[in-house]
């Protein structure tokens, strides 16, 4: 039986599933012809039978019934894995719930492969969690307990940026000094790497790594960000009530801006607490929207509608974007400089965080011959221009955007069990 292997870049926001097979390295394809998948999974009611990536995203706007689940990845090393979550009224573990989203890849690659793989390199960011080093462990444990659980016997991990600097590696020539931005739905991760093709195909690269970085910062928390500026004053955010003009707790808005958080606001408690806030409300009309949200558990939408936006922006200078789902006829024109503007200070600490990382390294910004960027996030203009900044004489590579992580945790797949 011939030797496979593979990489997971399982992602905050997409995953992707790449193999190795006699030195050659391919995507499998993990959901009908695409190589990646969001990482979304949907358990519809009643009998919480699991779909995963488009087709989750689509029977959840489809107001199927059912749970619906994004983000999943943010949970690892935090207490919610422990504490769980009821889905359609049943308690369920999220390991059982990551594991089930996993397995289902797995066998799709397993199939593509033509036999079962049981080596794989995992992806993982810099930090599952900053500043927490117990939790960044539980976390890395508790993602190989699940890729045990789904069926692989050996396993290995690599830092996501360097796995992407794997994948460009294969077109280099002669030897450059490379940081690598990878900037993920839920961390951005730095590293500064020296590239050659003499160098290619060592096990042990750790002489050619100089520094890695990370913060847990990434395209959710731009998500976030434009949603509390432009999205949630709509909705009555800082709106006021009562005699005294006391303003409206915040915190049921910034839970509705996060994929992880929404589904913990649909609670007989809030609704109801909401409902007295509307009652002594200033400003009515905006706060029955977000009671509106909350009654018909719509808050994926809202949130899909901020990131639907984020992208617009992306490309154009003002957008505008349709929430008639709330009411009739209603949307929110944004334009790009709130945006920036929302986002500047996540920015300044991502690129914060890539100058932490020359500074680790040892090097000045000018001894940079190329800039990996990786993640849908570095298409925003300015990430883009931030980077520009940094690095003005260096090359800037941006191919594959989606999938370097997973064809580089793929060809680390070769090096390490090949």
Same mark, same amino acid.
């Given at each position: 039986?011939?030797?496979?292997?593979?990489?997971?870049?399982?992602?905050?926001?997409?995953?992707?599933?790449?193999? /190795?097979?006699?030195?050659?390295?391919?995507?499998?394809?993990?959901?009908? /012809?695409?190589?990646?998948?969001?990482?979304?999974?949907?358990?519809?009611?009643?009998?919480?039978?699991?779909?995963?990536?488009?087709?989750?995203?689509?029977?959840?706007?489809?107001?199927?019934?059912?749970?619906?689940?994004?983000?999943?990845?943010?949970?690892?090393?935090?207490?919610?894995?422990?504490?769980?979550?009821?889905?359609?009224?049943?308690?369920?573990?999220?390991?059982?719930?990551?594991?089930?989203?996993?397995?289902?890849?797995?066998?799709?690659?397993?199939?593509?492969?033509?036999?079962?793989?049981?080596?794989?390199?995992?992806?993982?960011?810099?930090?599952?969690?900053?500043?927490?080093?117990?939790?960044?462990?539980?976390?890395?444990?508790?993602?190989?307990?699940?890729?045990?659980?789904?069926?692989?016997?050996?396993?290995?991990?690599?830092?996501?940026?360097?796995?992407?600097?794997?994948?460009?590696?294969?077109?280099?020539?002669?030897?450059?000094?490379?940081?690598?931005?990878?900037?993920?739905?839920?961390?951005?991760?730095?590293?500064?790497?020296?590239?050659?093709?003499?160098?290619?195909?060592?096990?042990?690269?750790?002489?050619?790594?100089?520094?890695?970085?990370?913060?847990?910062?990434?395209?959710?928390?731009?998500?976030?960000?434009?949603?509390?500026?432009?999205?949630?004053?709509?909705?009555?955010?800082?709106?006021?009530?009562?005699?005294?003009?006391?303003?409206?707790?915040?915190?049921?808005?910034?839970?509705?801006?996060?994929?992880?958080?929404? /589904?913990?606001?649909?609670?007989?408690?809030?609704?109801?607490?909401?409902?007295?806030?509307?009652?002594?409300?200033?400003?009515?009309?905006?706060?029955?929207?977000?009671?509106?949200?909350?009654?018909?558990?719509?808050?994926?939408?809202?949130?899909?509608?901020?990131?639907?936006?984020?992208?617009?922006?992306?490309?154009?200078?003002?957008?505008?974007?349709?929430?008639?789902?709330?009411?009739?006829?209603?949307?929110?024109?944004?334009?790009?400089?709130?945006?920036?503007?929302?986002?500047?200070?996540?920015?300044?600490?991502?690129?914060?965080?890539?100058?932490?990382?020359?500074?680790?390294?040892?090097?000045?910004?000018?001894?940079?011959?190329?800039?990996?960027?990786?993640?849908?996030?570095?298409?925003?203009?300015?990430?883009?221009?931030?980077?520009?900044?940094?690095?003005?004489?260096?090359?800037?590579?941006?191919?594959?955007?989606?999938?370097?992580?997973?064809?580089?945790?793929?060809?680390?797949?070769?090096?390490?069990?090949?």
């Amino acid at each position: 039986m011939t030797l496979i292997t593979c990489g997971i870049d399982f992602g905050t926001s997409n995953t992707s599933f790449a193999l /190795n097979k006699d030195g050659a390295v391919t995507l499998a394809p993990v959901e009908n /012809n695409h190589v990646t998948i969001p990482s979304a999974i949907f358990f519809q009611s009643p009998n919480n039978q699991p779909f995963f990536g488009r087709e989750a995203i689509d029977l959840f706007f489809d107001r199927k019934k059912g749970r619906f689940m994004r983000s999943l990845k943010r949970v690892l090393g935090t207490p919610l894995m422990k504490n769980g979550t009821v889905v359609n009224g049943v308690s369920m573990n999220f390991s059982v719930i990551i594991a089930t989203f996993l397995r289902t890849l797995k066998e799709k690659a397993d199939a593509y492969a033509g036999q079962e793989i049981e080596h794989v390199v995992m992806g993982r960011p810099v930090h599952f969690v900053d500043n927490d080093p117990g939790a960044d462990e539980r976390a890395e444990a508790e993602l190989k307990a699940i890729a045990e659980r789904i069926g692989f016997k050996s396993i290995s991990f690599q830092y996501e940026p360097i796995a992407a600097a794997f994948a460009h590696e294969a077109n280099v020539s002669g030897e450059k000094l490379a940081i690598v931005v990878d900037l993920g739905g839920g961390t951005s991760d730095f590293t500064v790497i020296r590239l050659s093709q003499q160098h290619r195909g060592k096990a042990d690269r750790s002489s050619d790594i100089l520094a890695n970085t990370g913060v847990r910062i990434g395209g959710n928390d731009f998500d976030k960000e434009l949603s509390l500026h432009a999205i949630m004053p709509e909705l009555g955010y800082r709106s006021t009530y009562g005699e005294k003009n006391l303003e409206v707790p915040l915190r049921p808005y910034h839970d509705l801006a996060e994929w992880s958080k929404v /589904n913990f606001l649909y609670t007989p408690k809030t609704i109801q607490q909401t409902r007295q806030y509307l009652h002594q409300s200033h400003d009515k009309k905006r706060l029955g929207r977000l009671l509106q949200v909350l009654e018909k558990e719509t808050g994926h939408v809202l949130l899909a509608g901020a990131e639907a936006s984020k992208i617009a922006l992306t490309g154009e200078e003002t957008y505008l974007a349709p929430f008639d789902f709330i009411e009739e006829g209603f949307g929110i024109t944004m334009e790009r400089s709130l945006f920036e503007a929302s986002i500047r200070d996540d920015v300044d600490k991502i690129a914060q965080a890539a100058s932490q990382c020359l500074t680790d390294a040892g090097v000045r910004a000018e001894a940079i011959d190329l800039v990996i960027l990786t993640g849908g996030s570095t298409e925003v203009p300015l990430v883009q221009q931030a980077f520009r900044n940094l690095f003005p004489d260096a090359q800037i590579a941006d191919q594959n955007k989606l999938s370097s992580v997973g064809l580089g945790l793929a060809y680390d797949s070769l090096y390490k069990f090949g």
